[in-house]
């Protein structure tokens, strides 16, 4: 069993930055991608962010791009999401997930296999 542990979520001011954390424990896992998504109150869950393990390609939803920065730690299984220029659209539970094996679509909820609890977001005017 693979766990995710997402961290760093909190409340802020528009224009403030946030780094969000994720760990995954467990058995012995090598994700193939990892990524960020978040729920607003009343929406679907939306992709964010992922990272190609194996080599670090980076792909971003154009409501972040230019803002957000995924990245990993090289020792561990670790994935974080740094957030700069937040604003109140920004309001979400944000969830880390891990893919396991290669697909189609890692923008989509469907590709990932392993989810954080969610870590919430609140950024006010």
């Known amino acids: 069993q693979v766990l995710l542990v ?3 979520g909190g409340s802020v001011q528009a224009g403030a930055s946030l780094r969000l954390s994720c760990a995954a ?7 193939y991608a990892m990524g960020w998504f978040r729920q607003a109150p009343g929406k679907e869950r939306e992709f964010v962010a992922r990272l190609m ?7 971003y939803s ?9 990245s990993k730690d090289i020792d561990n299984i670790v994935v974080h999401l ?16 891990a893919a396991s094996r290669p697909g189609p679509l890692l923008t ?9 609890q969610g870590t919430q977001v609140t950024v006010s005017n």
Do not use: H
Not at 62 to 70: K, P
Not at 82 to 97: E, I
Not at 108 to 116: L, Q, R, V
């Open 62 to 70: 154009d409501s972040v791009n230019g803002r957000f920065t995924i």
């Open 82 to 97: 740094q957030m700069n220029s937040l604003t109140p659209g920004d309001t979400a539970v944000y969830y880390c997930a």
């Open 6 to 8: 997402d961290s760093g």
């Open 25 to 31: 424990s467990g058995r012995t896992f090598s994700p």
């Open 53 to 59: 393990w194996n080599t670090g390609t980076t792909y």
């Open 108 to 116: 989509s909820t469907m590709a990932y296999s392993y989810w954080g």
